[in-house]
């Protein structure tokens, strides 16, 4: 080796290769790990990578070793992440709407990359997934990144917002002036990226407003703290995720609904399988907490023989005069 510098990383690389390159069924031999580390400018001999292998081995790396009819091979079956966990975050990736695709196609390699070289292949080949709506959004990591110090700091951030006119043009909001909000967290949902925001007027249910991540265009992180109402709200935070995003808008109300067997895993799906669902005559019923909204109502429309609202009866009254508006061609 000849530049002495090389000799002080040597075992961080043949620990990185072995982790990248090999697992039980692809050994890396020794003739490609001096291979392997030639092309970093590392070059050692054959005897000095048994010397080093078993050192690694003596500290207590999971390294295996065995002879085979030519020569030594070694392999570790360690790994941050098992295979299935890797086509869970894989497949998550896919579905995001807010992760552009060539985000996409960056942190898939990458993550394809923790289950090795060889099962990193065999997770990229055998990755399917449909065609999903994507943003466009570049800055995306850069936007998550300034709010997550932002909370952290408890500082406010600033920014401009917008929407995306008929010809997928950017037309800001707030007359292109620039947003200055007390973040309390962001939160995935449907496939978007959302971030809440504390306000303290009375017409934002809850004191929250919500703004789509990948709708955020140039964030800075403000000097100004955030108040104390924002600091009570950030220790609630998983309250007000739930809350927020269970039906997206409208005042908190419980609600009883009645509907067919058939619907008990819709429920489960929709409220959490921890909705305790009582038999009801030949129905069941669940009380559940959402909030009321077009959103919430749409929702119910999906199942118009199979779910009915049994209370409170102004609930009912609002549902039957939203259908109503919703099919009044006038």
Known sequence: MNNPKFQRIKLIKILEILYRKSDEEHPITTKEMIYELSRLG???????????????????????????QHESVYWTTKRSFDLPELKIIMDCIYSSKFVTEIKTEELISK??????SAK??????????????????????????????AI???KKVTFYYFLLDENGQQVYKHDKNRYLEEPIAMVCNDGNYYLLCYRSEEEYVNNIKTF???????????????????RT???????????AFKMYGGPLRRITLIFDKN?????????????VIRKYNDKFIASVQVQISPTFWGWMLQFPT???????????DQYRQWVLSAIDNR
């Open 306 to 316: 199979q779910m009915k609202i049994k209370s409170p009866y102004d609930l009912k």
């Open 120 to 149: 990193g292949e065999l997770l990229k080949r055998n990755a399917v997934h449909f065609d999903s709506v994507k943003h466009t959004n570049e800055s995306i990591y850069e936007i998550v990144d300034v709010i997550e110090h």
């Open 233 to 243: 709200s950030l220790r609630k935070a998983k309250q007000y995720s739930l809350q």
């Open 42 to 68: 590392i070059l050692v001999e054959r005897r000095t990578i048994y010397t080093d292998i078993q050192a690694l081995k003596d500290y207590g790396y999971d390294i295996h070793s065995k002879r085979t």
């Open 263 to 275: 619907l008990i895993g819709v429920i489960y799906d929709k409220f959490g399988e921890s909705t």
């Open 152 to 154: 952290e700091k408890c």
């Open 111 to 116: 993550i394809a990359d923790l289950g090795g």
């Open 212 to 230: 789509r991540v990948d709708r955020i265009d140039s964030i800075a992180l403000s000097e100004d703290d955030i108040s104390e109402e924002c």
